[in-house]
């Protein structure tokens, strides 16, 4: 493999999602990395502890005695291997660990010892988070945004992604952003979103330009929390309002969190499992707004939700949830969008069908 310099060119490997190898341990790997990152540690969770406590009782010299005592022979051996499979399937890749400092020279030397020389990412981890940081904030003050709003149902993902410039931040959440938008694979950590927040939005800048258009959000999706900067300017971003009719917006609920969840837990759990645990899933997320939707209200969707999944279950038939997500949309999200809209204080672009909406949009794409 031909030597390739360590590199401090950050925005280069994100806008080309340049493979990463992070040495870090996998606690600290968890915590949160970068989107075409990958963990191969130097040291494990409990290595690296044991490393730490030795570093604030002995010192730094005794400290790397310790780790390479620790990490020795067939464990040292592993670790090398799994490097250099890192290396074969990403030879255009880099390493990095906290800092760019002792964790990466050393990985650099153990691999360059075992014949190959692999570059490294100055300044490590920390550095890249600081860029990605310090560039979502200069983002979010200078870029233009235009929001695409509308009710609950209404299918404003799909369209988002036929609009010119993009950035899907429920998609950079996993999650749908109501009570009924957990996805059957967890959310990432808030790090992990706003790295691929500050991420998407470099693409989006650098490789397409023009306005960026989001979709409407509260401040969090999930668990996942959108910068408070981000939030203010897109209380106050020109809005594209998506309208369509009732019949419309109950297919795509059922589309999306019936048929589609369903699908899901089954490919994730198998039939007779995934089918408890997506009812489980549809009678949760009614359970967790019990205390907004009041008792009485409550009470007759879950019983209308209940004899829905009992029909499915029965015959296969989903008829039956046509009547708890109507009443869903008409009794309890309507009346809180049409409150939220009132409060927006961007100028309404646009209003119409989905048809409408990418048509204007692109419309007035700049060449």
Known sequence: MASRPDTDDYLNLFLNDVPLMDVRAPVEFAKGSFPSAENAPLMNDE???????????????????????????????????????????????????????????????????????????????????????????????????????????????????????????????????????????????????????????????????????????????GRCALPETLRARMSESPLLILEQAMEERIAIIRADYVEGMLASYRARDGEDAGWLNFRDYLLSAIDRIRKRLGGERYQKLRNLMLQALDQQEANGSLEGHHGWIEALLTDYYDPMYDYQLTQKQGEILVRGGPEVITEWARSRTST
């Not at 950590?189 to 693409?203: G, T």
């Open 47 to 221: 290595e690296r502890h044991r490393v730490g406590i030795c570093y604030k009782e002995k010192g730094q010299d005794k400290a790397i005695e310790l780790g390479h005592q620790l990490v020795s022979g067939d464990i040292k051996a592993q670790r090398i291997e799994a490097w250099k499979r890192f290396m074969a399937r990403h030879p255009e890749g880099y390493l990095f660990c906290f800092r760019g400092g002792l964790r990466s020279r050393l990985t650099q030397q153990w691999i360059r010892d075992s014949g190959i020389d692999y570059p490294l990412v100055k300044g490590g981890y920390k550095a890249l988070r600081r860029f990605l940081i310090d560039s979502l904030e200069a983002q979010i003050e200078s870029g233009q945004f235009r929001i695409l709003s509308g009710r609950t149902g209404t299918g404003k993902t799909r369209v988002l992604m036929q609009l010119p410039n993009p950035v899907d931040l429920e998609g950079l959440a996993n999650h749908r952003g109501s009570s009924f938008g957990r996805q059957v694979t967890p959310q990432p950590s808030q790090i992990d979103f706003e790295n691929r927040l500050a991420v998407a939005m470099l693409k989006a800048r650098h490789q397409v330009g023009g306005p960026i258009y989001l979709e409407d959000e509260s401040r969090l999706i």
